[in-house]
């Protein structure tokens, strides 16, 4: 069974310093991965998805994440964090839909 | 409709009582999956149906949970005798699946149904 395991339960940046968000994954075979977003009091939105087509991603709002087989890694960046990035971020295995527990971002001003 | 429809969007309901929820997916979706999201917490994944397939129950908390899916379309998740603990809010998805079974397709959710058991 496939699994995502977010490393942080909650990041703190301050605007205009470089977002991090890990996540993960344990497979024997490469997978299809999504991050959502989750704004406060809003329903999940999709922010990117790989699905082997190239290993950097580009999403919404400027996100992006790299797809890293060696490390099992499909790490979420975005060079400039934005007082509006401040949401839940969720990775997740397509295949088996079991989301990681979540990485809650607070952009401090 | 346009997008995955959940009613109500807010039930209040005394402990002990039983409760459904419902759940419109996107036409055409063959997968449907429910989800509970408990205050600060992340999405547990209940339940998930696709097409004819039987669906998998795995992540029903007990035996007081349980879904349909009618005519591949409309779900109902049903609690029983609710609890205290039951309080959250639950979410419906729906995506294509790509052929051969396996779901490389966005999941669209619903704005979900906030149950709060008094």
């Known amino acids: 069974a496939q699994s995502v395991t977010q490393l942080d339960s909650h990041v703190s940046v301050s605007e205009g310093t470089p977002v991090l968000l890990r996540c993960n994954y344990s497979s024997s075979y490469s997978p299809s991965l999504f991050w959502y977003v989750q704004h406060p009091n809003k329903g999940l939105q999709l922010l990117l998805k790989?699905?082997?087509?190239?290993?950097l991603v580009k999403g919404i709002n400027g996100f992006e994440a790299e797809f890293k087989k060696s490390e099992t890694s499909f790490h979420l960046t975005k060079p400039s964090a934005h007082m509006s990035d401040a949401a839940e971020y969720f990775c997740?295995?397509?295949?088996?839909?079991?989301f990681g527990a979540g990485t809650r971002l607070t952009v401090k001003p | 409709g346009a997008g995955v429809s959940q009613s109500p969007s807010n039930k209040v309901t005394e402990k002990g009582k039983d409760v459904e929820l419902r759940c419109d997916p996107i036409s055409g979706h063959t997968a449907l999956y429910w989800y509970r999201q408990s205050l600060g917490q992340g999405l547990e994944f209940l339940i998930y149906?696709?097409?004819?397939?039987?669906?998998?129950k795995s992540g029903l908390p007990s035996d007081r949970f349980s879904a349909e899916r009618t005519g591949g379309s409309v779900s109902t998740l049903t609690i029983q005798r609710t609890q205290q603990e039951d309080s959250a809010v639950y979410l419906c998805?729906?995506?294509?699946?790509?052929?051969?079974?396996?779901?490389?397709?966005?999941?669209?959710f619903g704005e979900g149904s906030r149950l709060t058991v008094l």
């Open positions: 790989y699905t082997s087509a190239a290993t």
């Open positions: 997740v295995v397509p295949d088996d839909m079991r």
């Open positions: 998805a729906s995506s294509l699946v790509a052929s051969g079974g396996l779901n490389t397709g966005e999941l669209f």
């Open positions: 149906f696709q097409g004819n397939s039987a669906p998998d």
